[in-house]
């Protein structure tokens, strides 16, 4: 699947001139914190990356997973992102969390509630990010704004489609650039 944000975003990149590998995908689409760490370290990587990017949470929202586990899951996985970047925190790039309560998957649920605890997840997401000297992109309006719309949706009707992830993708590829180029 080569259509997604981060091969996007490498593509985008490498038309600018930089000499950027095929990422490294370690996540799967629905993995909580927990289940990313434990992937982490059965892949057992070792290598050190100019770049990598975070995007995780949305699936502890979905399984009501309190936000206090959520920080701390976050932190440790955040740490790891620095380790791959080869401890520099200005190379690490985290994704807001979706907000799935957007989507016509959403139809019947609390969608107000939904939205009130990503936002919970985003202040935390961010907060931490910061913290720890790592960049955040916010996509998260994207998925608000985008969220009925066919286009910027899988035929699932929940993840995000090609054209949503080019726009996440966009946005990455500058904020990596102006951070390699720096």
């Known amino acids: 699947m080569h259509d997604n944000f981060p091969h996007q ?12 590998a095929d990422p490294v995908i370690i996540a799967t689409t629905g993995w909580t914190t927990d289940e990313l760490a434990a992937s982490i370290r059965e892949h057992n990587i070792r290598e050190k990356f100019s770049f990598v990017t975070l995007l995780i949470g949305v699936n502890n929202q979905f399984r009501g997973r309190s936000l206090d586990n959520y920080r701390e899951e976050f932190k440790q996985l955040l740490d790891q992102a620095m380790v791959f970047a080869g401890g520099q925190p200005q190379n690490v790039f985290v994704l807001s969390v979706p907000d799935w309560g957007a989507t016509p998957f959403a139809e019947g649920k609390d969608r ?22 790592c960049q955040y992109l ?13 286009q910027y949706l899988a035929a699932d009707g929940l993840h ?21 180029k720096e």
Not at 138 to 150: L, P, V
């Open 138 to 150: 916010e996509i998260t309006a994207s998925t608000r704004e985008h969220g009925q719309d066919k």
């Open 160 to 180: 995000p489609s090609t054209k949503e992830y080019g726009i996440w993708a966009e946005r990455l590829a500058e904020m990596v650039a102006k951070t390699l």
């Open 9 to 20: 975003a490498v593509a985008l990149l490498n038309k600018q001139h930089f000499d950027i």
């Open 112 to 133: 107000q509630k939904i939205a009130r605890e990503i936002d919970e997840y985003n202040t935390a997401c961010k907060e931490i990010t910061i913290a720890n000297k």
